[in-house]
C-alpha cells in the first residue's frame, strides 16, 4: 500500500509538472507524535462510519473512504489488483466474526477496540497470541497477565487477560488521572 502511495502521489504531481523525491518510507508514527488536525471532509468520513447502521470500526471507514469522491482509496486499491467491491466482499464475511461477547462476573470491566497494525498477517498474529506483546500496540496499556491455568495457551478460546493502565509516560513522567493517585479510570 505505501507503494502504491508514493506512485500514485509520483504520478500525480508529475502530471502538475512538479518533481521532487518523496521522503524515505519510514514507521508509522502518528499514534506518538501530535499536532495533526482532521480536515472537515476527513470529520465527515468518520461520521458516516459512526451513524444508525455503522459501529465506526475499521471496516465502517474503509467502506465510507471507498465512497469518498476523490476517489483516492478506489485508485489505490486498483494499483495493487483489487478492487473496493472486492475488499468489501471480504469484509462482509468476516465483519460476523467480529462479535466481540464478553464473559466473566458483572464486575469486570471489558471492552472491544480495533488497531491498524501495518505488518503481514503472520507478524500480526504472532502480537495478538502473545500478551506481553499488546503493550507494544496499544499505547494506553502498562501491563498484561493472562488469569487461569498457566498452561493454557493465550488464544484459546475463553482465555481471559487483565490489563492495567500505563502509569507513566514513555518519558517516565507520571499520567495524571483526575482525582489524582488512586482515582478510577
Not at 20 to 31: M, N
Not at 135 to 145: H, Y
Not at 146 to 167: F, K, N, Q, Y
Amino acid at each position: 500500500m505505501r507503494q502504491a502511495c508514493a506512485a500514485q502521489h509520483s504520478e500525480q504531481l508529475t502530471a502538475l509538472g512538479v518533481s521532487s523525491g518523496a521522503p524515505p518510507a519510514g514507521p508509522i508514527v502518528f499514534h506518538k507524535t501530535a499536532g495533526y488536525e482532521r480536515s472537515k471532509r476527513a470529520v465527515e468520513v468518520l461520521k458516516r462510519a459512526v451513524d444508525k447502521k455503522n459501529r465506526g470500526g475499521a471496516s465502517a471507514v474503509f467502506r465510507e473512504l471507498t465512497a469518498e469522491p476523490s476517489g483516492l482509496i478506489v485508485n489505490l486499491l486498483e494499483r495493487l489488483g483489487t478492487s473496493s467491491s472486492e475488499v468489501c466482499t471480504q469484509l462482509d464475511a468476516v465483519d460476523g466474526l467480529l462479535q466481540h461477547s464478553p464473559s466473566g462476573s458483572s464486575d469486570e470491566l471489558s471492552s472491544f477496540t480495533e488497531v491498524f497494525v501495518p505488518a503481514p498477517p503472520h507478524e500480526v498474529w504472532a502480537l495478538l497470541a502473545d500478551p506481553d506483546m499488546m503493550t507494544r500496540w496499544e499505547p494506553s496499556v502498562g501491563t498484561v497477565a493472562l488469569t487461569g491455568d498457566p498452561a493454557e495457551s493465550p488464544t484459546s478460546v475463553g482465555s481471559t487477560w487483565v490489563i492495567h493502565a500505563r502509569e507513566t509516560y514513555t518519558d517516565g513522567k507520571p499520567i495524571r488521572v483526575k482525582g489524582g493517585p488512586g482515582a478510577s479510570m
